[in-house]
């Protein structure tokens, strides 16, 4: 392919940068199955101490990052969890949740900002005691950036108002922040503010921070102990995966002060599309990070 090309399909067809190659030939590399790739070491430290968390665990996908933190939160047979009808965890990871990890989903309805409201997620809420017949909620999960929503961020404020309802009852939070580092930029917030509510996190280095491969999870020591064994499990132990967090550790530290640009960009590619007669797009063209949807009309 030319060049000359930009292809804005989607932020995950991005390529590593020339210091990211350079960085991947150079690594220092080990087991990482047995937890001697120093690289991958030096990734997972950056990440759990940027989020705030006690560790963090680098996974091949966005997918099994997601799928391992489900099966962990709900690992009693039996177990539920609440999350958005328009997430990407329902929609698009072939029911995983369901299929491999046995979990039973409830879902609300996302709304167009990518919130799922208080009262929809309370109401579906089952702390079953006493009662054989009911599935018992373990987990609720969030998306942000959203998006099938277009990029819609959540609010450090509507997160805090989710965490609190979860105490409550006794439920853990999932993120699913595959763009965790899109909203940080948009929202001004640093990454720890942004996720404390949160028992779990999964984020993606792969999408607009442009590494080749990688996603990250972070939680408590315990957590991620589990997580390591569950990663195994599911064939995601990857050896001399130093190569690949090399590249993802430049990701962590050049490319989320270059977003604000991609969301400027995005916001003026939505302008001038709106002006293209033919070409349908969000009216309020409320492009709030990197995701621009329209289609085309055909007379
Ligand atoms: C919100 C969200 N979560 C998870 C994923 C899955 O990531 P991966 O493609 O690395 O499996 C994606 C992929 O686009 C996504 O958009």
């Known amino acids: 392919m030319s060049s000359s090309f930009i292809d804005l ?70 177990s539920e969890m609440i999350l958005g009808d328009e997430c990407y965890m329902h929609i698009y990871q072939q029911g995983g949740c369901a299929t491999l990890a046995r979990i039973h989903s409830q879902t609300v309805p996302t709304q167009p900002d990518g919130t799922l409201l208080l009262h929809d997620i ?9 009662d054989d017949h009911f599935t018992c909620t373990k987990l609720v999960c969030l998306e942000n950036t959203h998006n099938r929503m277009g990029g819609k961020v959540l609010t450090v404020e509507y997160i805090q108002s989710v965490g609190k309802l979860c105490q409550q009852y006794g439920l853990k939070l999932h993120m699913d922040g595959s763009r965790l580092m899109n909203a940080v930029v948009k929202l001004g917030v640093s990454p720890a503010e942004l996720v404390e509510s949160y028992d779990s996190v999964l984020f993606c280095l792969s999408k607009g921070l442009v590494a080749p491969v990688g996603s990250l999870i972070v939680g408590t020591h315990e957590f991620i102990v589990q997580a390591k064994r569950l990663r195994k499990v599911l064939g995601g132990g990857m050896r ?18 270059l977003l604000n640009l991609d969301h400027e960009n995005a916001k003026l590619l939505a302008e001038g599309l709106s002006k293209i007669n033919g070409c349908e797009i969000d009216p309020k063209n409320d492009v709030q990070t990197n995701m621009v949807f329209f289609s085309i009309k055909f007379q």
């Open 9 to 78: 399909s989607s932020d995950a067809v991005t390529k590593p940068t020339v210091e990211m190659r350079q960085a991947m030939l150079d690594a220092e590399v080990g087991d990482d199955v047995y937890g001697d790739d120093l690289t991958v070491l030096k990734l997972q430290e950056m990440t759990a101490k940027l989020l705030g968390k006690e560790a963090a665990l680098f996974v091949p996908s966005g997918t099994m990052g997601n799928l391992i933190c489900a099966l962990n939160h709900c690992s009693q047979f039996g």
């Open 122 to 130: 309370e109401q579906r809420i089952r702390i079953v005691k006493d």
């Open 240 to 257: 001399q995966a130093g190569v690949l967090a090399a590249a993802g550790i430049i990701s962590l530290a050049q490319m989320p002060k």
